[in-house]
């Protein structure tokens, strides 16, 4: 079975940094992506980034570029959300999955619990 654990979430203040880690363990195809998605208060899942296992190919939500970076290390095992110059409206909880999918939600099948970050004014 997949399992994913995400760490490294808190509270910050505005304009600082955090990094997210998604630990990764079980059977998981090399050609699957790996990805950070977001819920928002009051709003709907929303798509971060997301990079592949087989290559390091990068895709982002195009709001976010620029101030977001993923990775991942050598075995695809881990993947890193790099959050500078964090915003109150960066308050979400974030979540990383596995699948055959890019940027839709409904493309991952596996998927982390969860952290919380809090950014404050």
């Known amino acids: 079975q997949v399992q994913l654990e995400e760490s490294g979430g808190g509270l910050v203040q505005a304009g600082d940094s955090l990094r997210l880690s998604c630990a990764a363990s079980?059977?998981?195809?090399?050609?699957?992506?790996m990805g950070w998605f977001r819920q928002r208060p009051g709003k709907d899942r929303e798509f971060v980034a997301s990079?592949?296992?087989?290559?390091?190919?990068?895709f982002y939500a195009d709001s976010l570029k620029g101030r977001f970076t993923i990775s991942r290390d050598s075995a695809a095992k881990t993947v890193y959300l790099q959050m500078n110059s964090l915003k109150p409206e960066d308050t979400a909880v974030y979540s990383c999955?596995?699948?055959?999918?890019?940027?839709?939600?409904?493309?991952?099948?596996?998927w982390g619990q969860g952290t919380q970050v809090t950014v404050s004014s």
């Open positions: 999955a596995i699948g055959p999918g890019l940027t839709e939600a409904r493309d991952f099948f596996h």
């Open positions: 079980g059977r998981i195809f090399s050609s699957h992506v």
């Open positions: 990079i592949r296992r087989n290559s390091f190919s990068t």
